[in-house]
């Protein structure tokens, strides 16, 4: 079974930053897109951000130029760096490939609140 591990949410306050990291396997790695999708409570799952194994980026409009999505293809990671964070971000935040959907993680929890 596909594990996504997702690391690095936590409590800060608006206009703060946060570093998400996500985990996979060199198999599921190496060949996919990965991206970052977030699910605030009452909402459905939205897609974040994603970027290629080229490295090409793309990312919903309320996300650009504040969050930076990024891959270290020797360790099997894919981050994701929030800056100027917003009480409208607070949400479990997850990672998966998006052009092939697999088995989701825990997601890792993000609240910004004064």
């Known amino acids: 079974q596909v594990q996504l591990t997702e690391s690095g949410g936590g409590l800060v306050q608006p206009g703060g930053s946060l570093r998400l990291s996500c985990a996979t396997s060199?198999?599921?790695?190496?060949?996919?897109?990965m991206g970052w999708f977030r699910q605030a409570p009452g909402l459905q799952r939205e897609w974040v951000a994603s970027?290629?194994?080229?490295?090409?980026?793309t990312y919903t409009d309320s996300v650009k130029g504040r969050f930076t999505i990024s891959r270290d293809n020797a360790k099997n990671t894919v981050f994701l760096q929030m800056n100027g964070l917003k009480p409208a971000d607070t949400a479990v935040y997850y990672c998966?490939?998006?052009?092939?959907?697999?088995?989701w993680g825990q997601g890792t929890q993000v609240t910004v609140s004064s």
């Open positions: 060199r198999s599921i790695f190496s060949i996919n897109t």
């Open positions: 998966n490939t998006p052009l092939a959907l697999k088995s």
């Open positions: 970027i290629t194994t080229s490295g090409r980026i």
